[in-house]
């Protein structure tokens, strides 16, 4: 992949990715980017046989209730995100709702978690991260009774807010 030098010897590589300078990996400069109001909004879910769908259903798990603890734990990991992921800027989070839904026909959990802020760089990763940890708290909590668990599908579905523009996924995508 070819690289080209900005005005501050900063390397943008071929397509335009910006987390590469001279000495290696750096946390993008937004200093004079405007802060600007950001959401962004992911989900995946979490396949499993259908009797461990029905004990969380019934709350029945041992471990607690699992719709419950995967929630707050999407939300405290959209917290930390830039404790988790090297280079993501810290941000001011305003609100983080994670959404669980039970899925018969799946059998599983489906999760949807929205992340938004007032700043100068987007809360995707925030969200991505609310869904990834949700659902790696419901694979957790249910590993005693099904170990067979798959998770599937960790994408972003929309963001909202900055320079590059709305985003929505396409139907098929």
């Given at each position: 992949?070819?690289?080209?030098?900005?005005d501050?010897?900063?390397?943008?590589?071929a397509?335009?990715l910006?987390?590469?300078?001279?000495?290696?990996?750096?946390?993008?400069?937004v200093?004079?980017?405007?802060a600007?109001?950001r959401?962004?909004v992911a989900?995946?879910?979490v396949?499993?046989?259908?009797?461990?769908?029905?004990l969380?259903?019934e709350?029945?798990?041992?471990k607690g209730?699992?719709v419950?603890?995967?929630?707050i734990a999407?939300?405290?990991?959209?917290?930390?995100?830039?404790?988790?992921?090297?280079?993501?800027?810290?941000?001011p989070?305003?609100?983080v709702?994670v959404?669980?839904?039970?899925?018969?026909?799946?059998p599983?959990?489906?999760?949807?978690?929205s992340?938004?802020?007032?700043?100068?760089?987007?809360?995707?990763?925030?969200?991505l991260?609310?869904?990834?940890?949700?659902?790696l708290?419901?694979?957790?909590?249910c590993?005693?009774?099904?170990?067979?668990?798959?998770?599937?599908?960790?994408?972003?579905?929309?963001?909202?807010?900055?320079?590059a523009?709305d985003?929505?996924?396409?139907?098929?995508?």
């Open positions: 992949m070819s690289d080209t030098h900005t501050d010897g900063d390397r943008r590589l397509g335009g910006t987390h590469s300078g001279p000495r290696g990996a750096k946390m993008v400069d200093t004079a980017k405007p600007t109001v959401r962004a989900a995946g879910r396949r499993m046989k259908a009797e461990t769908l029905a969380i259903r709350d029945a798990i041992a209730s699992v419950e603890t995967a929630r999407g939300i405290m990991a959209a917290k930390r995100t830039s404790e988790l992921i090297p280079l993501c800027h810290p941000l989070l305003s609100d709702a959404e669980i839904d039970r899925q018969d026909d799946l599983g959990l489906s999760i949807r978690a992340a938004t802020c007032t700043g100068k760089t987007g809360v995707e990763m925030e969200a991260t609310a869904v990834a940890v949700a659902c708290t419901v694979y957790d909590m590993k005693a009774v099904d170990r067979e668990m798959v998770i599937e599908e960790i994408m972003l579905l929309e963001k909202s807010g900055g320079r523009g985003f929505r996924r396409s139907e098929g995508g």
